[in-house]
């Protein structure tokens, strides 16, 4: 078992910065994703926490340990790689007793540390086929498995599932979070996909551009984005943006957007007039008239896609493209014109010069 300790790490490629400063703490037993869109330094911070990658300054900390100039094989950390990284010319048992030969345990302790974990990977009967025989689903828990059989302080996965298909993602998403559970340890995973970070974390890290935007439950990242990236970045659809005008009244302020002026039920912190964005999640829009505080925006359709349980609706209020998530009952066709509601407690407000979010 671990913590893991980040603390002003940089890494720059000659005069190309990558990480900026990443200051980050993971506790014993967390489940940690880190999400962001391809080239924002995800993978290349896994690799530096697995040694694969030099630290440029900073330092990175297992168990209060500095770890930064230790070999790969001395920190006690496991990594399964994107494409399985597998010997082709050994067998499942061989690939996953490997590491232990390469430490010199007993062939008695290996083949019992094999059985064990083949057992709980649902392996045990593929233990003497060679990794062209087996399925995608196969390979990735062959790959766990020679990472669970050294007992690891600490796992790391580097978009492990993008390989394999919709369905088996979601069953293999389960088997890791089940897995990890069950054995307590430590784990950083690395994925681009926001619904596998969102369903397996404990912490969601969002990056961009080499940066920290966010660290929070994913919960928490989802009803309280930090600013207009992570607002745009977790949520499908994503969260519309509508630009608008701040007003005060009184102890509270209002927005005003296009010809309505809508009630955010507290005092915002900027000057009158001051430009803002206003947010809103597709699914907290709604056709019918709400309960409570609430606000309507014209809304012309443009597109609809029925994803079975409900429907994302595409369409512009004003000049600005927005969507709706509405009940696939909601009768609706192309080029109407109607109303969408939503509630005022649900609006997200975000300051327009920096991006931040706005209490």
Known sequence: MATVNIQQLRKTYGAIPVLH????AIADGQFVSLVGASGCGKSTLLRMIAGLESVTSGTIELNG??????????????????????????????????????????????????????AMLGLSNYLDRYPKAL????????????????????????????????KLRVQMRIEIR??????????????????????MSDLIVVMNAGRIEQVGAPIEVYDRPANL????????????????????????????????????????????????????RPEHLALSPIEGPAFTLPFSVELIEPTGAESHVYGRTGDTAIVAALSRRDS????DTVQLCGRCEHIHLFDKATGARME
Do not use: W
Request: positive net charge.
């Open 178 to 199: 089940t897995l990890q559970r069950r054995l307590g340890t430590t784990a950083i995973y690395v994925t681009h996909d926001q619904m596998e970070a969102m369903t």
């Open 65 to 118: 340990r500095v770890i930064n100039d230790l070999s790969p094989k001395d920190r006690d950390i496991a990594m399964v790689f994107q494409n399985y990284a597998l010997y082709p010319h050994m067998t499942v048992a061989q690939n996953m007793g490997f590491s232990l030969q390469l430490r010199k345990d007993s062939p008695e302790r290996i083949q019992k540390a094999v059985a064990e974990t083949a």
């Open 332 to 335: 609706l066709g192309l080029g």
């Open 135 to 166: 399925s995608g689903g196969q390979r990735q828990r062959v790959a766990m498995g020679r990472a669970i059989v050294r007992h690891p302080q600490v796992f790391l996965f580097d978009e492990p599932l993008s390989n394999l298909d919709a």
């Open 21 to 24: 400063g990443i200051d980050l």
């Open 229 to 280: 990236f992570v607002a745009t970045f977790i949520g499908s659809p994503a969260m519309n943006l509508i630009d608008g005008l701040l007003e005060h009244e009184g102890d509270r302020s209002l927005v005003r957007v296009g010809g309505q002026r809508l009630a955010l039920g507290r005092r915002i912190g900027l000057p009158a007039s001051s430009p803002v964005v206003l947010g809103i």
